[in-house]
């Protein structure tokens, strides 16, 4: 999931409409419940019938979830103008709840910058993240997952943008943070898959080829783990990871992450 806000302050301050308030809990897990089907049209009829009766309630914080919930839809199926549109409407629903130092706000941050770097812009991406890197870095409790997840992707920003020493340098905080984090292995497994893009396109394949297969060979580790649940978010684990494995040679590896995503998604 790409949104996981924490409203705790509650009132009208914080944006409770005064017809009351959708219910957020549900609306994620019935998207969770889509997406572990892989219905994306699902997704999209969910979350905009629910957008419609926040609006309607003048819900605001309902508002900024599903906003985020959006975002991160559009990014997955590729829909530009959508992430784009949710994207400004989410920022400018921070501005309206005077809500943009907030552990929400730097959510809402990473979400955006992860959509501006799926689409190819890099440099706004970067000053997404590091708006949400201020806010997290600011507050002591923010849960390791989020400080993890933001440096990682904020790595695959800076990679992009050819600045490999920051990128290897946030790569070191996420693997530091999702040690501390439930499952974090999975996240883990992302970031040496990362990692081993960041040496190619720093050293080149040939030059590079011995840290790369050191990286590739601990995420297949990392996703072996036999601790972590075979739910729906591994079976997406599996599937996003099984491409880098088969581009690096991988492939009775990725093979075998196919087939067990495929195992969890038929069994759901």
């Known amino acids: 999931m790409d949104w996981d806000p924490e409203f ?3 009132g009208a301050r914080m944006g409770a409409g005064s017809q009351g308030a959708v219910p957020q809990q549900r609306i994620r897990e019935k998207v969770d419940d889509y997406m572990s089907r892989r219905d994306y049209d699902g997704v ?3 979350l905009k019938y629910w957008l419609a009766e926040a609006e309607m309630m003048d819900d605001l914080r309902g508002q900024l979830m599903i ?14 103008e959508g992430a784009f549109e949710s994207a400004a409407a989410a920022l400018a629903l921070l501005d309206v ?3 943009t130092e907030s552990m929400s706000a730097g959510t809402t941050y990473v979400n955006i910058a992860t959509a501006y770097n799926a689409f190819q812009e890099n440099a706004e991406s970067l000053a997404m993240f590091e708006k949400a890197k201020a806010v997290y870095e600011s507050i002591a409790d923010t849960p ?3 400080l993890g997840g933001l440096y990682n992707n904020m790595a695959l920003t800076c990679a992009a943008l050819g600045k490999f020493d920051e990128a290897e340098s946030l790569y070191d905080k996420a693997m530091e943070r999702m040690a ?6 999975l996240e883990q497994a992302i970031t040496c ?3 081993a893009n960041v040496v190619e396109m720093r050293d080149g394949l040939e030059a590079g080829e011995a840290r790369i297969n050191e990286l590739i060979e601990e995420a297949q580790e990392l996703l072996d783990t036999p601790s972590v649940p075979r739910d729906g978010y591994y079976a997406f684990v599996c599937e996003k990871c099984a491409p ?3 581009y690096y040679g991988y492939f009775l590896v990725a093979e075998d992450l196919k087939e067990r995503s495929k195992k969890i998604y038929e069994r759901s």
């Open 180 to 185: 501390y984090a439930p499952n974090g292995v």
């Open 8 to 10: 705790i302050e509650g």
């Open 97 to 99: 709840m005077d809500y």
């Open 193 to 195: 898959l990362n990692r």
């Open 44 to 46: 999209e009829r969910h």
């Open 244 to 246: 880098s494995f088969e």
């Open 144 to 146: 390791p997952e989020l």
């Open 67 to 80: 906003r985020n919930e959006l975002v991160g839809h559009y990014r997955k199926v590729g829909n530009r």
